[in-house]
């Protein structure tokens, strides 16, 4: 089963730039361009980086060298470019020199991690992040049945497995128990681990352990230096690789009126669920689980970043909380528009801001996001 992807490639490329496809290991860049290829009419030549002579022939930037390896070309795709020395500035030149030559490139967080393409791309890039499946684009490829009934069927997989792709189509729970503990042992944290210097993976998979177990909690840098026996600095940079890795993502408390509103301790949540799951090896299924609330926090916030950024709305995001514990999960700014939305998986009655964020905000809208009304939450346009 090939599931469509909310990313169209064709109205993202423009000659003489580079479209730069970034996104986690194992998420499904290369299946996504060989699906595009595959339905493009244009002369396309394509290289994987993971090939020893693809990077001895792109890490020489010359335009003599470069040159016969598009010529007759009208889009050149890379896949896996993380793995090319001098990726950036072979590309660059080929910007500059080729301006008729559209240029596609994927990679890991290498590409971050690395500095390879920031700086000699800047003004010749757009770029794009591919996440794990999302919802919506598994109930766009469904047609058997209505959005609502397929949610009903999968969402207790979903909260438990995840949505990278090999979760979602795996035939049974054993396989996808199988694919993400190989992904959370050996590929989950590669990049990290070539670019930087850390500990080992053992440690950053106990930060993460940590992180699993504090979502929907403001995390303190003391105390999780305190718990790993190292300063709150190099926590604070581990936490930042995590980040580039697109492991973790974090957010800020939001704050402009009320002088005890929580500003500086975040919140960090995992891009995807059944990560979380494996890394703290809990797979069990929902009725025997007490961390529901974490987990319908975690996977509708996500599923609610993704659907914002496939549909190009840009927002910044927030959760609001006061030292008297009144709180909000997520906060969505849009230039002068507040939009606040609370977690609750099975809410069976309407729940009312905190009248402290009422008296502060008065025209933000609020609404309580349960697995009843989710659908909508993440299939119309926001």
Do not use: H
């Amino acid at each position: 089963m090939i599931i469509n992807r909310a990313v169209n490639i064709e109205r993202q490329i423009k000659p003489g730039k580079t479209l730069l496809i970034f996104g986690p290991r194992r998420v499904g860049k290369t299946t996504l361009l060989e699906n595009f290829i595959s339905q493009s009419k244009r002369k396309i030549v394509f290289y994987n980086g993971d090939n020893l002579s693809v990077q001895n022939k792109f890490s020489l930037p010359d335009i003599a060298n470069l040159a016969p390896l598009v010529d007759g070309y009208e889009i050149l795709v890379i896949d896996e470019a993380q793995n090319i020395t001098n990726i950036g500035q072979s590309l660059k030149i080929l910007n500059d020199q080729k301006r008729d030559l559209s240029i596609i490139a994927t990679g890991s967080s290498s590409f971050t991690l690395s500095g390879q393409v920031g700086e000699p791309l800047v003004g010749r890039k757009t770029t794009l992040f591919l996440f794990p499946l999302s919802l919506e684009e598994i109930l766009r490829n469904r047609t058997d049945k209505p959005m609502p009934i397929i949610w009903e069927q999968m969402q207790e997989q979903l909260l438990i497995y995840g949505m990278y792709p090999n979760s979602v189509l795996a035939e049974n729970d054993s396989e996808r128990r199988d694919f993400l503990w190989e992904l959370t042992d050996s590929l989950l944290l590669k990049d990290i681990l070539r670019f930087q210097e850390i500990k080992g993976s053992d440690f950053l998979l106990k930060l993460l352990r940590l992180l699993a177990f504090q979502i929907g909690s403001e995390v303190s840098l003391e105390e999780l230096g305190k718990n790993l026996g190292i300063s709150k600095n190099t926590v604070s940079r581990y936490l930042d690789l995590l980040e580039k890795s697109y492991i973790i993502f974090r957010l800020s408390g939001y704050s402009r009126n009320l002088r005890n509103e929580i500003k500086k301790m975040p919140k960090y949540y995992f891009y995807d669920i059944g990560v979380r799951n494996a890394v703290i090896n809990n797979f069990n299924p929902l009725s025997m689980r007490d961390d529901i609330g974490k987990l319908w926090e975690n996977f509708a916030l996500g599923e609610r970043i993704k659907f914002c950024a496939y549909s190009q709305v840009r927002k910044n995001y927030y959760f609001w909380r006061t030292w008297e514990q009144q709180e909000i999960d997520l906060i969505e700014e849009a230039g002068d528009t507040l939009l606040a939305f609370e977690f609750k998986y099975s809410s069976v009655k309407p729940t009312a801001a905190p009248k402290k964020f009422r008296q502060a905000y008065p025209l933000a809208n609020f609404e309580v996001i349960s697995s009843g009304n989710f659908v909508n939450f993440v299939t119309n346009t926001p």
